[in-house]
């Protein structure tokens, strides 16, 4: 019976501070508004590079540049696009097979510190 009692303890206090993490994770998003973002520059560089017993693999990424407006001031923020592949050439391909909708994210009293998701539609 003490150890129903112990576990039922546990179990509410776990749930309690994840409850509390969560409302003040609110309250601190709740200022935080909303813009479209746009890619103006697309960078193709390397992610990282893989060591095998056969020799080295590279795995390349493309990142975005993107700009967005905030009272009438333009800001520009990098974003990852989430294409990675094991040459160049096919991240060039993937890029043309897609058309990137970007939505910025930011702090009212910071537009700078900014956050952004881009979803890429196929064309």
């Known amino acids: 019976m003490r150890h129903r009692h112990l576990l039922t303890l546990m ?4 749930l309690g501070i994840a409850m ?20 103006e520059k697309i960078a193709i560089r390397v992610d990282h590079g893989l060591e095998t017993k ?21 800001f ?10 094991e040459s ?7 890029l043309r097979q897609m058309h990137p909708a970007c939505v910025v994210k930011y702090p009212s009293a910071e537009p700078e510190q900014a956050s952004v998701t881009c ?5």
């Open 11 to 14: 179990i509410a206090s776990v």
């Open 20 to 39: 509390f993490s969560g409302c003040a994770e609110f309250s601190a998003n709740k200022n935080w508004k909303t813009v479209d973002g746009h890619v």
């Open 54 to 74: 056969w020799g080295s693999q590279v795995v390349w990424r493309a990142d975005f540049a993107v700009t967005y407006l905030v009272n009438g001031h333009r």
């Open 76 to 85: 520009i923020t990098n974003a990852d696009s989430g294409i990675r592949a």
């Open 88 to 94: 160049q050439a096919e991240v060039e391909s993937m």
């Open 119 to 123: 979803k890429g539609e196929k064309l």
